[in-house]
């Protein structure tokens, strides 16, 4: 019984997960061809909005009552009913507006306090690409590039991050960027997929980073960062918890564990603090592809 209702609370949290974007999409849609008024988007937002509230609930190991089962089955009428909906809403909530990623350092400009282990210090660098939409499930992963001979591929095989508040996360997923001694990238930045499960103190990813440079043409002192992010309904953007990287020293076939440091990111690498003193790591697993 235990494992149908892990695997039952998962389905709904995966699914809750996927549908509160879906509406909050809909809801934020500018096209004129919309069969939705905007009273009517307004309210397919505070939909998506308490599914948002429910899964966090229900990933949270401690007690919250801010929005429970019997409130949830009161959205049912009003989402069957959404195109004569004309009642006032029952949950006082917001809208949540586009989720957003703040550059990294940005967050700790913003009003509002953090966990001890999400304080720190550094000095982060925008990146030069592109950055997802938080949320995409498919991430944007890049295929291995062609080989050369005498050149050297690395495949980086995510596997899990030990974290102690690791089933609050709500849609983690890691950015994979290669920088150099200042900062700048070297490749692409690459986002994985939202993990595929929380399990006690982790978060499990499995799902291999393919680094779109052979080893041998990246400069000295580069090192490979991975930034674990998370998004937060109560705050309204996507937020980056922690950090870790690996230096070029490092790179060898086999199993590899590497500390976690506090934000924002420090991809100069001058100010670095321990996210905690516990033996909490972020787990790889490296192969080098030689032709």
């Known amino acids: 019984w235990g494992f149908c209702v892990v695997l039952s609370l998962y389905n709904f949290l995966s699914f809750s997960s996927r549908l509160a974007r879906h509406l909050q999409k809909e809801a934020q849609s500018q096209h004129n061809n919309s069969e939705f008024t905007e009273d009517q988007k307004k309210t397919i937002a505070k939909i998506a909005t308490c599914l948002e509230l429910r899964s966090a609930a229900l990933q949270s190991t401690q007690s919250q009552d801010e929005f429970k089962l019997e409130d949830l089955k009161k959205l049912e009428p009003i989402l069957k009913n959404i195109l004569t909906y004309n009642k006032e809403f029952p949950f006082d909530v917001q809208p949540v507006p586009l989720r957003k990623i703040l550059a990294p350092g940005e967050e700790e400009h913003l009003e509002f306090e953090e966990d001890d282990e999400e304080g720190g210090a550094g000095a982060g660098s ?166």
Do not use: W
């Open 126 to 291: 925008p990146d030069s690409f592109p950055a997802r939409v938080p949320g995409a499930n498919e991430g944007t992963l890049l295929p291995r590039l062609p080989s050369e001979p005498g050149m050297t591929l690395l495949t980086i095989n995510i596997e899990k991050i030990g974290l102690k508040d690791a089933g609050q996360c709500i849609d983690p997923y890691i950015t994979v960027s290669v920088k150099d001694l200042n900062g700048i990238d070297l490749t692409p930045v690459q986002d994985t997929p939202v993990a595929l499960r929380k399990e006690d103190t982790y978060v499990h990813f499995n799902v291999d980073i393919e680094i779109q440079k052979h080893v041998e043409k990246l400069t000295k002192g580069a090192a490979i960062f991975f930034e674990f992010k998370h998004y937060k309904p109560k705050k309204r953007f996507t937020s980056t918890k922690c950090f870790a990287f690996m230096e070029m020293d490092e790179i060898k076939p086999g199993a590899i564990v590497i500390e976690l440091y506090k934000k924002p990111t420090d991809f100069k690498r001058k100010k670095l603090q321990l996210l905690t003193k516990k033996p909490l790591y972020l787990h790889l697993h490296q192969t080098l592809h030689k032709e």
